[in-house]
């Protein structure tokens, strides 16, 4: 997690936000973290303290879930296999890079293989020009021409390597930069802007949602619209951005319900909650019922938890199954392609 330094528009161009930078140059971070965020925090303060040996990681062990300790516990053993008998920093203080006028910390690093990993939380993305950065200002510090990025998808167990020569990363974090001090710079509607602490003000996603609502103007021709290759996916993108201010608004909406204010058209409805037998009841009865019918009830396990399972309750000698993962059909679902703004 980096840090800037001086004012509010240096305060935005951090390493860490140079992969949202790279799609819109006016992207803000939210000063508020997310759930998601505070897990990521979380994760890594485990990660670090797992890897320095540190009392307080038996402590911080019971704020995770046994999925999170097991994707923690992955992320470490892959430092220590990669990094064979190198030293591996892992303080803060000694993670800390400088990139031209930007800082941030790594999570890891192995100054005599020229390498740092960085551990990331939930789903996979794009960090490419957040790696560029750290490794421009760890080839400085490290008198090295070429470094390598290691990125720890923890969730999924996937390793994402990046290599940089001084010249590649230098190339990369310019032309972010020059983007983002660009007097003419525009804001463009991505994945990111749920993130964004201009979401809501942003004139680019303001106008998507009014292009949007004009749908409901009399003689609007959704045919003529869905005809034409252009508009379709115009309208798809607004209709994306609308959606993210109709949650936004939903959510306003039922504070306002539940503490005694109205909306014009609309109530709170509550739901029964749905009934469950817990997992301890099945487990007592589960002789007598048949472990094959309680558990093709249950449904078929993610490869990920069968392995954290074995791992955690197989002997050590004994090799995990590969012939046992089965594949599902691949699915096809559609995602918009990144653009630049105009």
Not at 97 to 123: C, E, Q, R, S, W
Not at 320 to 338: G, R, W
Request: aromatic content about 8%; glycine content about 8%.
């Amino acid at each position: 997690m980096g840090q800037g330094e001086g004012g509010n528009a240096v305060s935005a161009l951090r390493p860490s936000n140079l992969p949202k930078l790279a799609v819109c140059p006016c992207y803000e971070s939210n000063p508020v973290a997310g759930p998601a965020a505070e897990r990521g925090t979380l994760l890594d303060t485990a990660f670090r303290a797992e890897l320095l040996g540190l009392e307080e990681r038996f402590v911080i062990a019971n704020k995770l879930t046994a999925d999170e300790i097991a994707a923690v516990s992955w992320s470490v053993s892959m430092v220590r296999a990669m990094s064979g008998r190198e030293r591996v920093l892992a303080r803060e203080d000694d993670c800390r890079v400088k990139i031209l006028n930007l800082t941030g910390t790594a999570d890891a690093i192995v100054p005599m293989k020229f390498t740092h990993f960085d551990l990331k939380t939930g789903a996979r993305r794009n960090y490419r020009e957040q790696m560029a950065a750290y490794a421009l200002g760890l080839m400085g510090a490290h008198f090295a021409s070429s470094w390598t990025a290691h990125l720890l998808f923890c969730d999924q167990r996937e390793i994402e390597t990046h290599k940089f020569t001084y010249e590649e990363a230098h190339a990369i974090v310019d032309q972010v930069v020059k983007s983002f001090h660009d007097p003419a710079k525009k804001p463009n509607p991505c994945e990111y802007c749920g993130w964004c602490a201009k979401a809501d003000t942003c004139p680019a996603r303001l106008a998507m949602v009014g292009e949007t609502l004009t749908v409901t103007e009399p003689g609007f021709d959704f045919d003529a619209l869905l005809a034409d290759p252009e508009k379709l996916g115009r309208f798809l993108a607004a209709s994306a951005v609308v959606e993210d201010f109709r949650e936004r608004a939903k959510k306003i909406a039922t504070e306002r319900l539940k503490t005694g204010g109205v909306v014009p058209g609309w109530k709170l409805v509550t739901r029964k909650g749905s009934e469950f037998v817990d997992c301890e009841t099945v487990g007592h009865h589960i002789q007598r019922m048949g472990f094959g019918p309680v558990l093709n009830a249950y449904g078929n396990l993610s490869a990920a938890k069968f392995r954290d399972l074995w791992s955690q309750r197989m002997p050590s000698e004994k090799p995990f199954p590969e012939e046992a993962v089965k594949h599902a059909a691949p699915s096809t679902y559609l995602k918009q392609s990144k653009t630049k703004p105009n």
